[in-house]
């Protein structure tokens, strides 16, 4: 479908509507009011404008970030539709906001909230003449440029930003950028935002997969939408501001009860983004064999957590430490499927998709069964995607929107295959009655065959103590999985199991399955599961008993070094990966390919034949090296 302001602007008020209380004029929260009051100014009605006026005439936001920045707009898009008490109670609000926008800072985790605080105080410090607003403003957009392209160490040159490709929030910070580069009157701070702003149309051009008509990962922060694929804040973005047929289900929305994702659409539908052609070029006509890598650098982060005092809960953060750092994503796209791997989680990882793939079912996607995307969590204590969960490391409920992730992930990718480990979060050691791996696809559907070593599997659910080898196949893409032999706990025996029980087909690999118990955090740092995961297709191997007979040469093995290193070497056709890794420091140690480091010191995109230079960026942030490279291109 094409993505046109009118469906935007139908799909939000649609959704918005069923959460709108007349009596206390507001939809959820202040921001999605705000939101549904653009669909309402945008009607040809006259009670809709009343109802938009009555709704700005009231409206107070407090968060200084995405609420101050959806008024700018709209005080620049409808001032003449806006009563004079609503444009007075905008600017009021826009006015306080300031000293809220001014308190923020980047520190290498949210990107979405610091973008919008700058551009705030630079365009609302403009319009009410706050001077002071305005130049901490250019400030601080400056020092976040400067530290997402330039930031160095010994070994390494920062490539992107913390908060990563986020099918949710990579699409609020274009549109955050967006209203800079077109607003702002300081010529500077509008040329640095659409720099910021064209840069990450680069980025996310890069990740779009064309023949599944959905975004690669790795991914940062992910809703349940984003994690599956086929819709997400980025889809409808992206198919706005390249006005491109592009496939979307917004009944994901509704169906993991996540409205945001739709009422937003109208902030979308009022905004002029400025994709620069070689992103629409790199988007739809890249190479398909495409690979790239790129470093990214993270703040350390202690755990959600909710504390119970009496009859009273609070919302706190565990004692729990995670490290921070550097890291390394990789990206690697074919005609048939792309995955996208972390070598280790965003901050705490609470909706990290550090293991993603999307491959595609059908030639042309038409319809959500037109494709299958998978993504990993480890969870404790019968937590399920696709339901409300009570989430055991948090102590707290969490939605449907998402499934929290319980574990710590590390993976060490080389295009078409990985190795993906998992240890157990430590605030999670009490109380503990089940723990596992789950590898969710986007759905219930049988694959055209699945076996378990020498086992076809044609019924679910299916069990087994642990096997050595899951073999896939669907439509062109096949897909072995070997899996680890996990840490079993307090004697359980193992169990590995197949089912399709919520909607979604989930393998299950279990640490633990039985009675409660209390583990100390030293061994539950030691508790290991995982997999090595390798892709091919039918133009590689027209039989599938081909690729299988080639999978029998492969083997997957882990040993312990004192005093809890894991070594695991995955031997594979012509290549043998070494990933090593301290669960206890959570320090990646060695990543090999036939006895050589991969590490990589800043951004890397694998140059094939095909394709134009034009499709191989040196950098995605630095400017005087893309202002060298653009002129070159001339």
């Known amino acids: 479908m ?12 649609d959704e918005a509507e069923k959460y709108f209380c007349p009596d206390s004029l ?33 409206l107070t936001v407090t968060d200084g970030t995405h609420s101050p920045c959806t008024l700018f707009v709209i005080y620049q898009r409808y001032r003449g539709l806006l009563s004079e008490q609503a444009q007075r109670r905008i600017l009021q609000n826009l006015k306080q ?55 160095r160490h010994v070994d390494f040159q920062q490539a992107e930003m913390a908060e990563y490709n986020s099918p949710t929030y990579t699409a609020l910070d274009l549109w955050f950028l967006a209203i800079a ?45 984003d994690s599956i694929g086929g819709f997400s804040a980025l889809h409808s973005t992206f198919g706005y501001a390249t006005q491109r047929d592009i496939y979307l289900n917004p009944e994901l929305a509704v169906r993991f009860n996540h409205p945001s994702a739709l009422i937003e659409n109208a902030f979308i539908a009022t905004l002029n983004f400025h994709l620069p052609e070689q992103a629409l070029k790199i988007a739809f006509e890249k190479p398909r064999r495409y690979y790239f890598r790129m470093t ?20 706190s953060f565990d004692t729990e430490v995670y490290p921070g750092g550097w890291g390394e994503l990789s990206t690697f796209l074919t005609e048939e499927y792309c995955l996208g791997t972390a070598c280790r989680p965003y901050v705490n990882g609470a909706q990290n998709d550090t293991f ?25 204590n019968g937590s399920r995607f696709g339901k409300d969960n009570f989430c055991h490391v948090t102590r707290f409920s969490v939605t449907r929107h998402y499934l929290y992730e319980e574990g710590r992930p590390f993976c060490f990718q080389h295009k078409d295959q990985s190795i993906l480990c998992y240890i157990p979060k430590r605030g999670g050691r009490k109380g503990v009655n089940e723990l596992r791996l789950d590898l969710i696809f986007s759905s219930a559907d049988m694959f055209d065959l699945l076996k378990v070593d020498a086992t076809e599997v044609t019924r679910l659910p299916f069990e087994t103590r642990h096997c050595n080898l899951i073999l896939l196949a669907d439509f062109n893409t096949y897909l072995a999985i070997f ?38 955090k030293e061994l539950l740092s030691q508790v290991v599961n995982g997999f090595g995961f390798v892709l091919a297709t039918r133009q590689e191997f027209p039989k599938i008993e081909d690729f299988h007979n080639q999978l029998r040469t492969f083997r997957l093995s882990r040993t312990i070094e004192p005093p809890f290193v ?36 800043h951004f890397e995109i694998e140059k094939t034949d095909a394709g134009d230079r034009i499709f191989y960026p040196s950098s995605l942030y630095q400017k005087t090296i893309i202002e060298n490279e653009s002129e070159e291109m001339r």
Request: with cysteine; glycine share 6%.
């Open 566 to 601: 894991h070594h695991i070497q995955f031997q594979t056709a012509g290549a043998a990966m070494t990933f090593r890794f301290d669960p206890l420091s959570e320090r990646i140690l060695e990543r090999s390919l036939n006895g050589e480091e991969q590490q990589l010191c």
């Open 97 to 151: 906001n300031l000293t809220s926008s001014a308190t923020v800072r980047y520190s290498d985790g949210n990107v979405n909230h610091p973008l919008a605080a700058y551009v705030n105080l630079i365009c609302s410090g403009e319009l009410v003449n706050d001077s002071t607003s305005v130049i901490l403003g250019k400030k601080m957009l400056q020092i976040f440029q400067q530290t997402i392209a330039t930031r």
């Open 356 to 380: 993603s793939l999307r491959y595609r079912r059908r030639e042309t996607i038409t319809d959500f069964d037109g494709f299958r995307g998978a993504f990993t969590r480890m969870v404790f």
């Open 26 to 58: 507001l939809c959820i929260i202040p921001r999605e009011t705000a939101w549904y009051g653009i669909t309402l100014l945008e009607s040809d009605l006259p009670a809709d404008r009343k109802m938009a006026n009555r709704i700005f005439e009231h």
């Open 181 to 225: 580069a077109e607003f702002a009157g300081d010529a500077h701070c509008r040329a640095l935002a659409r720099f910021l702003e064209e840069r990450l149309w680069i980025n996310v051009a890069m990740h779009w997969h064309a023949p599944t008509q959905q975004f690669a990962g790795p991914f940062s922060r992910a809703y349940a939408e």
């Open 483 to 520: 899996p680890l032999e996990p840490t079993l706990l307090a004697g359980f025996p193992g169990r590995m199991e197949i089912s399709n029980s919520t909607g979604f087909l989930t393998f299950s690999f279990y640490n633990y399955l039985g009675d409660t118990h209390d583990f100390d």
């Open 2 to 13: 094409k993505v046109t302001k009118q469906w935007l602007l139908n799909s939000a008020r």
């Open 296 to 315: 990214t650098y993270c703040e350390q982060y202690h755990e959600n957590c909710a504390v119970e005092n009496g009859e009273t809960r609070r919302q």
